[in-house]
């Protein structure tokens, strides 16, 4: 039987305003989403827990010590930027604080198991909001990052293509996977596993930092850079079973 992992699941959602404008009448709405939900479902269904911080909470809720961090087996953080886990209210009051970056690294060098799933704020991003490079965090991933926006939109499909000989992870999956329709471009180190990519770019690159492990995934976990072929294939809930249980050293 599978290990029963603790997941700490950060960002995938947003707070989205918008407006009608009806002759002289402007009436505006705000909108919260939630697109971890489907991953929260997959990840209880396959036995393991699921705690999630929303976006905009990270400043609150993110564990603040190491010793909190260390009640999670797998960290994954899915689009949601630095700017997050930096500007935090003790910041804004001109007040020192936890550096939550250097805390991730610490979590891990001490043998915990983290990731990074792409989109639209993390690694680069969208005009390079997502501002990961030059941080701790891209430190302990098995990627380097671009200085500048680093987002490939494949509107015409980005057709997979696996050798299941490359990782234990893939074992038993078939050579041709469903189709991308953008990531994050990435450039692999020299001490990676890249167990997945697409025209030379890694998808799904696994490495180690000190005692633990790390992964970085770089292309969505849901809608839109991962449509219905690829979140609804049967093989993505074992995917991403492999892989979690892979950083947890399961």
Known sequence: MNKKLSVLFVGETELFQGGDLKGFDLTFCLE????????????????????????????????????????????????????????????????????????????????????????????????????????????????????????????????????????????????????LLGYNKLIAKDNADVILEYEGDPIISLGTYGKGRTMAYATDCTAHWAPPAMTEWEFYPLLWNRLLLWLAKD
Not at 49 to 68: G, M, N
Not at 150 to 166: F, K, N, V, W, Y
């Open 32 to 179: 919260y989403r939630e697109a971890f939900l489907p991953m929260k479902k997959m990840l209880e269904i396959l036995g393991h827990s699921f705690t999630h911080i929303p976006s905009h909470l990270v400043a609150r809720d993110f564990p603040r010590t190491l010793e909190a961090l260390e009640k999670y087996d797998v960290i994954l953080l899915s689009d949601i930027g630095s700017n997050a886990f930096l500007l935090l209210p003790e910041c804004r009051n001109c007040q020192r604080t936890v550096n939550l970056l250097k805390l991730i690294r610490d979590y891990v060098e001490n043998g915990g198991a983290f990731a990074m799933i792409g989109g639209y704020s993390t690694f680069m991003g969208y005009e390079a909001k997502g501002n990961w490079k030059d941080t701790p965090v891209e430190e302990i991933l098995p990627v380097t990052m671009l200085p500048y926006d680093d987002r490939r939109e494949t509107p015409e499909g980005a057709d997979l293509i696996c050798c299941p000989e490359l990782h234990p992870v893939l074992e038993g999956f078939p050579k041709k996977w469903p189709y």
